[in-house]
């Protein structure tokens, strides 16, 4: 019986050598969002990456695209700190100018829920709990600070701490962490105007329909200097907690190429792109007072 059944246990074994085999080597999925995520599911081959259209690397952002992190409304031409990150993050992923699509997406549309159909999104998002649970996140490629706009001479630009912005009219954009700052940092007496883009902040600063607005401060140095220069930075909010404000690339939720793009930006900031790059398109924060 013994010498009968060899055969067959042999095979079985064989079997199953063959499937632990195959398990062993099958990829492991990580969670969207985390260092390595997706690798599992495909390699970071160069310039093969299973992004949306083939061969092509579709980048998303909003219209008007806002200096300093864009120049002259063109993502594409590679100035502004976040089309030279885009075309870094590319370069890195291996995809060369040319294989760059850029794709207009509004700002609340990026991390809203839902298909995307962009490899990544760069639009001054702030990684947040709450978004992660529509989208996934590269890890950050900007550390951010808010910051406060008035008018020169105004009530509010005279303001040297929170408790002063409580008594003026404050205003920001929608779905914006200057707006979460507002709310939940400065708790103003009276309510928030809210905008739907910058630009209607900016207009309504002008007008006299709010007392100063919230940006991050690279913003706020811009509309400032070359916007509206009847007006300045009135101060910068803290950057505070173990879970500092960072600017993320924001990509589709079920991504398979979330970890590719994390190693990407990791990557960049080990050797020093990141920096360099802050260094060349953003403002020196040093001299902005911080409202405590």
């Known amino acids: 019986m013994r010498l009968a059944n060899r055969p067959l246990r042999l095979a079985t074994c064989a079997a199953v050598a063959l499937f632990t085999a195959a398990v062993g080597c099958a990829p492991q999925d990580a969670s969207p969002g985390e260092p390595g995520a ?3 599911e495909q390699s970071c081959d160069r310039g093969r990456l299973a992004t949306v259209a083939r061969g092509t690397l579709t980048v998303g952002t909003d219209k008007p695209a806002y200096a300093p992190w864009f120049h002259d409304d063109d993502p594409a031409n590679g100035k502004g700190f976040e089309s030279a990150v885009a075309y870094a993050v590319a370069r890195q ?5 040319d294989a760059v699509r850029w794709q207009t ?15 990544f999104d760069i639009n001054q998002i702030s990684i947040s709990a709450t978004r992660k649970r529509a989208v996934a996140f590269s890890s950050g490629y900007y550390g951010v600070r808010q910051a406060v706009i008035a008018l020169k001479g ?8 929170i408790a002063d912005l409580r008594r003026v009219k404050l205003g920001a954009q929608v779905g914006s962490t200057s707006l979460d700052v507002l709310q939940d940092t400065v708790r103003p007496a009276q309510q928030p105007a809210v905008f739907q883009k910058n630009d209607l902040a900016k207009s ?7 007392d100063a607005i919230l940006t991050d401060l690279p ?10 220069k009847d007006a300045e930075v009135v101060g910068q909010f803290a950057a505070t ?7 993320g690339l924001v990509l589709d939720k079920q991504s ?10 990791d990557t960049l900031r080990r050797n020093g792109t990141l920096a360099r790059l802050e260094k060349k398109w953003l403002t020196d924060a040093i001299a902005v007072p911080v409202l405590k």
């Open 105 to 119: 997406v509004p700002f609340n549309n990026a991390f809203a829920p839902g298909a995307k159909k962009f490899d």
């Open 154 to 161: 105004s009530r509010a630009a005279h303001a040297k701490s």
């Open 204 to 210: 309504a600063l002008k007008n006299g329909q709010v």
């Open 219 to 228: 913003t706020a140095f811009y509309i400032t200097s070359a916007e509206v």
């Open 241 to 247: 907690g173990p879970a500092k404000e960072q600017f």
């Open 256 to 265: 398979r190429i979330t970890g590719c793009v994390t190693a990407a930006v």
């Open 38 to 40: 997706a690798r599992g």
């Open 93 to 97: 992923l291996g995809y060369g100018r």
